[in-house]
């Protein structure tokens, strides 16, 4: 929802509520406020919905060593942008976001926010015995390797709050002698706060330390400084903080309290170094319960937020270490009836840390009336009667890299997928790709890590002077991270010059039979390129695999089925531009891959790729057809990569050419005693069909949905989505695997709508339920003022379905 589109005023509607309060004995004006009060919820809803911070590197995190662009840092809001040259911080710029767009249509290149900002100074000093030391680099500016911003430490990213530090601060006096200890710049950005700590860590020889902070800009100027007495001893930190209020300051007026439902108090205070409150949870006991390996249960946390005397949302971290499990997790904001508000909430975390241990971060905004009561539900294996879905960034920190890392999962036993975004670890998007609930037999341990071959990438080109063309620009947006449906969006270019643009759409779905991962894709050439090398979508580069299958067919079946020698060399094309005939969705199987003889093998599966849709034009010429082409990768044994490739050999493309792909990727047990999920249709085709191709088909044909629509519009087929256009929209569904996700937008309530099935002529009403109000998904979409609503449709056991989607007239805003 842009300003323009307000249909109510916050202020006009705060005013209504404190008039209507001193007539509380009439049951009208206590019907009245009762409204006013849940308008001014949904007024404050859609702010909290349309506060957003994005961070990208503008010329790529990693580059070709013959790219010596400069490695500028970046941050857009919906209130202010900045940009900051790491190899020199006089090179630094601050302003106003002239036009506002939403949090969906930021992640756009066009957007453009960073083009025309003005020149800022920002100050970073420390005076030591009487001598002025100051910092106009750090570590990653001093350095030339390939991997030089591994020092610029990225922590959480999402929609709400950007926090990195940069490490090992160069700090000089007037002659240029260096300053010899350990210093970082800690960054943490809110949508209308930036917040800069400078950190002496560790030994510091001196008797007396004044430590300073500046910014000079056109929206405003700050300053602060701190004094410190020396000697800083090893293991010691000293700080100084300074937040720029670019809007309205956050001051710690609230009052908000955080407890366990039905347990104890959490301690909150407000906490300067990242401009919010803080709710520490730390080694929660779950009373009462023990938990299970399935991770069936939630955290539930209840969160007040009264005393404000402002009308912009309340900013809230809930710091939990640990989380009952770090790898699958997804929390939604609730009512204090447990309902989802669709108010977004950032989701990040980390394993890899020993000094933090495994935690999660989940960053809100909560809106602010009289008082209001939140639920946080923090959800993992299961949401309801299916295992979640989720989608968010995963820091690197303790790892290594420590640029963009995004891991989706399905349940909470292992990764689902991993995405390297800023390419910090690898020099590909894709990396581990897993099965779900896939065990090694009828004997083998449940609920843990498994393996589906490694690796992938998307647009993939090089030219006479690129090795390859890397990601610049990339930004992302974590529209849901779950729990029915996950969507994340990836916005950017590849190449030095910004030769090809990027946009993507990834998401995943809750279910109980196996992974899907949706990606649509669209390349876009705003220059002319001739490329030695390109795909167009890769899996691969995986070791200790074999893949003594691969089967490749369209929307009737079956093409050609290929047994894989042995005795193939490495780097030879098993497949050579193969164009897939017929019909999309074409498809293609690694049937039957697994790992091979390793000493500690995990549980394994096999991959699939599945392209619903292929649409390019090229040089004027449309094509509906993908090609492949199938690299040998390694051997003893043989290993196949596979390559999505453009059609007939084509290198050479022109400004304007443009390339989209729906794709699914799946992965898939072998036989039936390898899959423990409850799916028992999935089960009997397993048992019927092992090692098959057909499993892969099943999915191409079974969920190549017809559909029937009315009182709405249908949007996408696979997963639903629907346009509501009245109070009833029927659906009625041709087809079906597994837990179909369908979601309905355009929808003026958040609650109040009922999902009821037909069946024999009656309507059933549709419940997952398992702890109360835990089977849907809300999101709040602030370009229309509307909500989304997802479910996930059981269809294996009948062909034909129909469901009614009933809104309440007198739903609750």
Same mark, same amino acid.
């Given at each position: ?21 001193? @007539? ?62 790491? /190899? ?26 960073? %083009? ?19 910092? &106009?680099?750090?570590?990653? *500016? ?66 007396? !330390? ?56 959490? $301690? ?36 007040? =937020?009264?005393?404000?005397? %402002?009308?912009? #949302?309340? #900013? ?5 270490? $640990?989380? /009952?499990?770090?790898?699958?997790? !997804? ?35 909560? #809106? ?18 299916? #295992?979640?879905?989720? @989608? %968010? ?8 890299? @420590? ?63 690129? $090795? ?12 849901? @991270? ?27 779905? +809750? ?29 691969? +580069? ?19 089925? +290929? ?39 995990? $549980? ?6 599945? =392209?619903?849709?292929?649409? /390019? ?21 043989? &290993? ?8 007939? *050999? ?26 423990? *999920? ?38 996408? &087929? ?7 256009? /009245? ?33 024999? *002529? +009656? ?51």
């Amino acid at each position: 929802m842009l300003k323009s589109h307000s249909l109510f005023h916050r202020d006009s509607l705060c005013l209504l509520v404190t008039r209507l309060a001193s @007539h509380r004995g009439s049951g009208f004006a206590k019907l009245m406020m009762m409204l006013l009060i849940t308008l001014l919820l949904f007024a404050n809803a859609s702010e909290a919905a349309e506060n957003y911070t994005i961070s990208c590197w503008q010329n790529g995190w990693r580059k070709n060593a013959n790219d010596k662009s400069a490695d500028i840092f970046a941050i857009e809001t919906n209130r202010y942008a900045m940009t900051l040259d790491v /190899a020199d911080f006089r090179n630094f710029t601050l302003g106003r976001i002239g036009k506002q767009v939403t949090y969906e249509q930021a992640v756009s290149p066009k957007s453009a926010p960073f %083009s025309d900002l003005p020149a800022a100074d920002l100050l970073i000093e420390m005076d030591v015995d009487g001598e002025t030391y100051r910092a &106009n680099t750090c570590e990653a *500016g001093l350095q030339n390797g390939v991997k030089r911003l591994a020092s610029v430490r990225l922590w959480e990213s999402g929609r709400f709050v950007q926090h990195y530090d940069f490490l090992n601060l160069d700090f000089k006096n007037r002659d240029g002698k260096l300053l010899s200890c350990n210093t970082r710049l800690d960054l943490v950005a809110w949508p209308g706060s930036l917040t800069f700590n400078l950190i002496v860590d560790g030994t510091l020889d001196c008797s007396q !330390c004044n430590m300073r902070l500046g910014v000079k800009s056109e929206i405003g100027n700050w300053r602060q400084e701190g004094s410190i007495k020396g000697p800083v001893k090893p293991g010691q930190e000293k700080r100084v903080t300074m937040t720029c209020e670019i809007e309205k300051a956050t001051t710690p007026t609230s009052q908000v309290t955080v407890s366990v439902v039905g347990g104890p108090s959490m $301690p909150v205070h407000f906490d300067e170094q990242k401009n919010c409150y803080v709710a520490t949870v730390e080694n929660l006991r779950r009373r009462g319960r023990k938990q299970s390996a399935e991770l069936r249960e939630y955290d539930e946390f209840e969160i007040t =937020v009264s005393g404000s005397d %402002s009308t912009t #949302p309340v #900013p809230l971290l809930i710091d939990m270490r $640990p989380p /009952a499990s770090v790898i699958g997790v !997804c929390p939604i904001l609730c009512d204090e009836e447990g309902q989802p508000m669709g108010i977004p909430v950032q989701l990040s975390k980390n394993w890899h840390y020993r000094p933090m241990g495994s935690y999660l971060m989940t960053y809100a905004m909560l #809106p602010t009336t009289e008082r209001t009561t939140y639920r946080m539900r923090m959800v993992y294996g299961f949401y309801g009667t299916l #295992p979640s879905a989720s @989608h %968010s960034q995963l820091c690197l920190i303790g790892y290594g890299g @420590h640029g963009r890392w995004d891991q989706l999962a399905i349940g909470a036993w292992g990764e689902t997928i991993c995405f390297d975004m800023d390419m910090s670890l690898v020099d590909v998007a894709i990396t581990d790709i897993r099965t779900l609930m896939t065990r090694d037999g009828i004997k083998g341990k449940k609920w843990g890590w498994t393996e589906a071959g490694w690796g992938g990438d998307w647009l993939n080109l090089r030219d006479a002077r690129q $090795p390859k063309f890397f990601p610049n620009n990339l930004k992302t947006a974590y529209v849901s @991270h779950g729990p029915c449906l996950t969507d994340v969006r990836y916005e950017g270019f590849y190449g030095e010059n910004q030769e090809a643009g990027l946009s993507v759409q990834v998401q995943t779905l +809750r279910t109980d039979d196996y992974c899907r991962t949706f990606q649509n894709l669209e390349y876009t050439f705003e220059q002319d390129v001739d490329a030695s090398k390109i795909w167009l979508y890769k899996l691969g +580069r995986t070791y200790t695999y074999r893949t003594p299958q691969i089967d490749y067919g369209n929307a009737d079946g079956l093409i050609q089925g +290929r047994e894989v020698p042995s005795d193939l060399a490495k780097g030879e094309l098993f497949l050579d531009n193969v164009e897939l005939t017929g019909d999309a969705p074409h498809w293609i199987s690694f049937t039957g891959a697994a790992e091979a003889d390793a000493a500690r093998s995990k $549980p394994n599966g096999y991959r699939a790729l599945i =392209v619903r849709r292929f649409d /390019a034009v090229i040089g004027g010429q449309a094509y509906t057809n993908p090609t492949i082409s199938s690299p040998v990768h390694a051997t003893d044994p043989t &290993n196949l990569d596979l390559e999505l490739r453009p059609p007939q *050999g084509i290198r050479r493309f022109k400004k304007g050419d443009r390339i989209e792909m729906d794709i699914e990727l799946i992965t898939l047990p072998r036989v039936a005693d390898d899959y423990y *999920g409850p799916n028992q249709g999935f089960k009997r085709h397993l048992a019927s069909h092992p090692t098959s191709w057909k499993t892969t088909y099943r999915e191409v044909s079974g969920n190549s949905l017809e559909l029937d629509v009315t009182g709405g519009r249908v949007l996408r &087929n696979y997963p639903i989505v629907i346009q509501a256009k /009245a109070s009833e929209v029927s659906v009625a569904i041709h087809g079906g695997v597994g837990a179909v996700p369908i979601q309905f937008c355009g929808l003026a309530n958040r609650s109040g709508q009922r999902l009821f099935q037909i069946v024999d *002529g +009656r309507r059933v009403a549709f419940d997952q339920s398992v702890h109360g109000n835990d089977f849907w998904q809300v999101d709040f979409d602030s370009a229309s003022n509307t909500y989304r609503i997802t479910y996930n449709l059981p269809l294996d056991e009948t062909v034909d379905t129909e469901w009614v989607l009933v809104q309440s007239s007198a739903a609750s805003r």
